[in-house]
């Protein structure tokens, strides 16, 4: 059985992006195009928040981005998915100013995701939060995903 991946916006945004000068930009484009190739080794899923966050801005990008996402699996916004992410906010796992954040990690842990894939360094793949957000995650009664950036999940290439 293949892992189960939360594929979140900036994801998507990072693979179908004009090549960026930033140095560091760039390098995570690549990573996520070098990712990106290797997604027929899992299954991933999006929720509406990721179409919805995909669908902004220009109108040329947007389609690229939801180009890339039509063969995801969409994950519904249950009860239990909106209860969490109030929780991630309430309990300090994630900042009010966040709540989008917030819904991708309930989405991803309700419906047992594996992984949360995301470029989001801020609110969702940062170190310092993870504790909190697993522990919340697991009072609440759900197993949270290893919450990760393409980076780590990238395989290492036969020579």
């Known amino acids: 059985m293949k892992p189960k991946a939360y594929v979140e916006t900036t994801i998507v945004s990072y693979l179908t992006a004009l090549p960026s000068r930033d ?16 997604r027929e080794a899992f299954e991933l899923f999006v929720s509406q928040s990721v179409l919805d966050e995909a669908s902004a801005g220009d109108a040329a990008a947007a389609a690229l981005r939801l180009a890339a996402l039509r063969d995801l699996v969409l994950l519904d916004l249950s009860a239990d998915a909106t209860l969490l992410a109030a929780e991630l906010i309430r309990g300090g796992g994630v900042p009010e100013k966040a709540k989008i954040d917030a819904l991708h990690i309930a989405v991803a842990s309700v419906h047992g995701m594996d992984y949360l894939v995301s470029w989001n360094c801020t609110h969702i793949a940062n170190a310092t939060m993870r504790g909190r957000i697993e ?9 949270p995903p290893v919450i990760c950036t393409p980076l780590e999940l990238v395989k290492e290439q036969a020579p």
Do not use: N
């Not at 140095?23 to 290797?38: E, G, K």
């Open 23 to 38: 140095l560091v930009l760039a390098a995570h484009q690549q990573v996520t195009r070098d990712w990106w190739s290797t």
């Open 135 to 143: 522990a919340i995650c697991r009072r609440a009664g759900f197993d």
